[in-house]
């Protein structure tokens, strides 16, 4: 199925990438926030803002509906490929020695790509689910799950099936929420408050982080219970944003859908070691000399720059792939729908 490429939700894919590079920039340089202090309140907010890029990802890939094809699968592994091959040659200029599992797919760091692959998988039988049943049905499965979700990741925690929201059954939660958003639409309220709902579910989050950090309260603690992808609190805000951009009404934007077409580029060069390492060390030196805000703002600047950066190498491989391996990719036929 050809996705159609709208200018609204390919802006909301670049800014769910820059709040993704936001919150994984931040643990790397600032580390466990056990050892944080008061000076940290701007990061922590940023944190709490920014938390919902992963799901906004994955809720547009359910807005637009996926199936299982080699195709997409052989070109996600050759993108992931190709910047392993890039870190490996920064590595070498640089003199520096990583491992490969900090560089590939299969690291912690990009867990991501493993995950939605485990939901291209799975997307033939939530497909045939979806347009088998009613809306009544769609809808009370999608609260069966959710109210199962949250019973066992904050009550009794005695499985581990969702994982934090980092688990493929969390991914299909999210996908079925966005099928049954672009089938049947978002509540009033929700279009009516969309941006609000965002803002109010974001601020909750950064009080929660701020006063725990203030007050000595288990921070560690507050940060793995609120920074949870299935955090009930992070699902709403990450549907109050998404329902901002899905009303949005622009025409459609050449450089929009350019630059969001380089969104996995930015991903995978930011989660590359030798790149990361420079960020770290930018980081540290901007929060040492500035107050905590500002460091929020330069941090903002800092990150748009890594997009362009990463927008600029991945033109070498968008030219090998209309060169070379389109055509190869091509002649993979096999697809589920």
Not at 22 to 42: L, N, P, R, T
Not at 66 to 83: D, E, G, P, T
Not at 318 to 331: A, C, D, M, P, Q
């Amino acid at each position: 199925m050809q996705i159609e490429r709208q200018s609204n939700i390919e802006l909301c894919r670049i800014v769910a990438m820059l709040l993704v590079v936001m919150v994984h920039s931040g643990i790397v340089a600032f580390g466990d926030i056990k050892e944080y202090d008061m000076s940290y309140w701007g990061i922590l907010t940023m944190q709490g803002f920014a938390i919902v890029g992963v799901n906004l990802f994955v809720l547009i890939s359910g807005y637009f509906s996926v199936s299982f094809k080699l195709k997409s699968i052989a070109r996600l592994v050759w993108i992931c490929f190709f910047y392993a091959v890039v870190a490996w040659g920064m590595a070498y200029l640089l003199n520096r020695q990583i491992k490969y599992t900090s560089i590939f797919w299969v690291s912690d760091s990009i867990w991501y790509i493993a995950t939605y692959i485990g939901l291209l998988c799975f997307s033939p039988m939530l497909n045939a689910f979806i347009n088998k049943v009613d809306r009544t049905t769609h809808k009370a499965f999608i609260i069966v799950l959710l109210l199962l979700q949250t019973w066992y990741e904050y009550v009794p925690r005695l499985i581990n099936d969702f994982h934090n929201g980092y688990s493929i059954l969390s991914f299909a939660i999210l996908y079925l929420i966005a099928r049954y958003v672009r089938l049947y639409g978002f509540p009033k309220f929700f279009k009516k408050y969309h941006i609000w709902i965002y803002i109010s579910c974001s601020l909750l989050i950064a009080f929660g982080l701020v006063g725990a950090v203030a007050f000595h309260f288990h921070p560690r603690g507050a940060a793995e219970w609120l920074l949870k992808y299935d955090n009930p609190l992070v699902i709403v805000s990450s549907l109050g944003l998404f329902a901002f951009f899905t009303q949005m009404r622009i025409p459609n934007n050449k450089v929009i859908n350019y630059l969001a077409s380089s969104c996995i580029a930015v991903l995978l060069l930011h989660t590359s070691p030798c790149f990361s390492h420079y960020v770290v060390a930018i980081f540290h030196n901007i929060f040492a000399k500035y107050g905590s805000m500002l460091l929020v703002i330069m941090w903002g600047g800092i990150i748009i720059s890594e997009y362009v950066v990463a927008t600029i190498v991945d033109q070498i491989r968008l030219y090998l792939e209309r060169k070379w391996i389109n055509n190869v990719i091509s002649k993979i036929r096999f697809e589920i729908k």
